[in-house]
């Protein structure tokens, strides 16, 4: 009888979560979409933050630790998260988007500034583990990259 009444209860804890999921949804409709994409954008920012702080001489060079945040960039870059930025997920219908509406016109040129930061990211991968000097020269492309995309795009903080 108890383990029944577990289930029970358990499937009344699922059901109530996934009703009040469910809720939140319809009130801000590209709610998931937008804390996924930006947490990816977080563990980016993680890895360029290891490989900045080793550039900077904020942290002395590991060679080990600047090929993990390179070889991880370029995983972040390369997943497929074209489903995470659906029209009407900007900063203008939902103030928890930074991402600007401009993103979404006409000509916006967004595919060639993707392509920039694979680029960048497949030559840091490529050289973040050879030592210092090689990591410093990755980090320009990587971000002026970066900043392509964020200096047309995203809502200034």
Known sequence: MRTILSGLAFVATASALTLSGAAQAQDAPFAG??????????????????????????????????????????????????????????????????????????????APKGKAMVEAATAMQAEAGKGLDNLKAAMGAVGAACGGCHKAFRKPN
């Not at 080990?64 to 497929?80: F, G, R, Y």
């Not at 489903?83 to 000509?107: F, I, K, N, R, V």
Request: proline share 4%.
């Open 33 to 110: 979409q937008i804390k996924a994409r930006q947490g990816i954008m977080m563990y980016r920012a993680i890895q360029l933050g290891t490989l900045g702080a080793m550039a900077k001489g904020e942290v002395d060079y590991d060679a080990a630790a600047a090929q993990k945040a390179a070889d991880n960039l370029l995983s972040a870059v390369t997943i497929d998260t074209s489903m995470l930025w659906p029209a009407g997920s900007d900063s203008a219908a939902d103030p928890t988007s930074t991402a600007l509406p401009d993103l979404w016109a006409e000509g916006a040129e967004v």
